[in-house]
């Protein structure tokens, strides 16, 4: 299993679940609330290393409750967390939820471009890594020069080229995930994207995925699964994309294990399901009949 560089976003997440999600301006009362860990970094690095890699996350944190709350988490999933002081304190994030797995986030006090991360420290982890994961956060994109020649991974989430290119990040990446949420042709967005080798997935919740590769799409449907909480499914499907694929770069195959591995985080209210591992995939990939 490869060492698995994450820099990415950690928080602490109050989940509010509703019906249907608010429009209009008023009173609201949820059906259900609760807090756990949150953050995309904090989503991929449990997923990677309850999939069996070796794992070590780098972001601002506050020394706070929050935060002890989220390092709590880290450890316990054995993932090495190496954590700076935040400026503004642990990011807080309210997330709305209704029935249809539709979410709506609000951001408390979310890291700054000013968030530095430990150079020595980090160039040690860079070194010890096989592949880097990262988030286009602006605080990250002074680093890009320095990244070593090793894979770089990249999720641009809701990725809008129109007004949110991360262009930077793009050239520094070797594979990119993103959300067809915001995009109008999602086939011309993977292929401006997926120049030379680079291999691009874009997800699309429901609809399932689309990857695309030396000029070929590659597509895969999603599968029925009890909806609990649709947050960090995303994380979870990349998750298992890069377990399967750095394994024998079998591109189809880990797109089956993808879907999975977001199929089951959304049957779950935690960010990643305690009881993740290999075999629980591999299980759910024959009694589905998905291989």
């Known amino acids: 299993m490869p060492n698995v560089l994450v820099l990415g976003a950690v928080s602490y997440d109050t989940i509010l679940k509703f019906q249907k999600l608010p429009c209009t301006p008023g009173d609201y009362a949820?059906?259900?609330?609760?807090?756990?860990?949150?953050?995309?970094?904090t989503a991929k690095a449990i997923a990677l290393s309850r999939l069996g890699a070796k794992v070590r996350l780098f972001a601002p944190l506050g020394s706070?409750?929050?935060?002890?709350?989220?390092?709590?988490?880290?450890?316990?999933a054995r993932v090495e967390a190496t954590c700076t002081q935040a400026h503004n304190g642990?990011?807080?994030?309210?997330?709305?939820?209704?029935?249809?797995?539709?979410?709506?986030?609000?951001?408390m006090n979310p890291c700054t471009f000013a968030e530095r991360l430990p150079e020595e420290a980090l160039r040690e982890a860079m070194d010890w890594a096989e592949?880097?994961?990262l988030h286009p956060l602006p605080y990250l994109e002074p680093l890009l020069c320095a990244l070593p020649q090793k894979p770089v991974w990249t999720d641009l989430s809701d990725y809008d080229p129109q007004t949110d290119p991360n262009l930077s990040f793009v050239r520094a990446?070797?594979?990119?995930?993103?959300?067809?949420?915001?995009?109008?042709?999602?086939?011309?967005?993977?292929?401006?994207?997926?120049?030379s080798r680079r291999l691009v997935i874009a997800t699309h919740g429901k609809e399932g995925s689309t990857a695309y590769q030396e000029g070929r799409f590659y597509e895969q449907s999603a599968h029925n699964?009890?909806?609990v909480d649709s947050v960090g499914a995303g994380d979870n499907?990349?998750?298992?994309?890069?377990?399967?694929?750095?394994?024998?770069?079998?591109?189809?195959?880990?797109?089956?294990?993808?879907?999975?591995?977001?199929?089951l985080a959304i049957e779950t209210q935690a960010l990643v399901p305690k009881e993740l591992t290999l075999d629980l995939v591999e299980t759910t990939l024959l009694a589905r009949g998905i291989l």
């Open 30 to 41: 949820a059906q259900e609330v609760y807090r756990r860990s949150g953050g995309h970094g």
């Open 225 to 227: 699964f009890n909806l």
């Open 64 to 76: 706070d409750e929050a935060g002890t709350l989220v390092l709590r988490e880290l450890e316990e």
């Open 237 to 263: 499907y990349f998750a298992g994309f890069l377990i399967e694929y750095a394994k024998k770069q079998h591109l189809e195959r880990s797109l089956m294990t993808a879907s999975v591995c977001g199929g």
């Open 173 to 195: 990446s070797d594979v990119l995930f993103l959300s067809s949420d915001r995009l109008t042709d999602a086939r011309a967005t993977l292929r401006a994207l997926g120049t």
């Open 131 to 133: 592949i880097i994961v």
């Open 90 to 107: 642990t990011p807080l994030e309210i997330r709305l939820l209704d029935e249809a797995g539709d979410c709506m986030t609000l951001c």
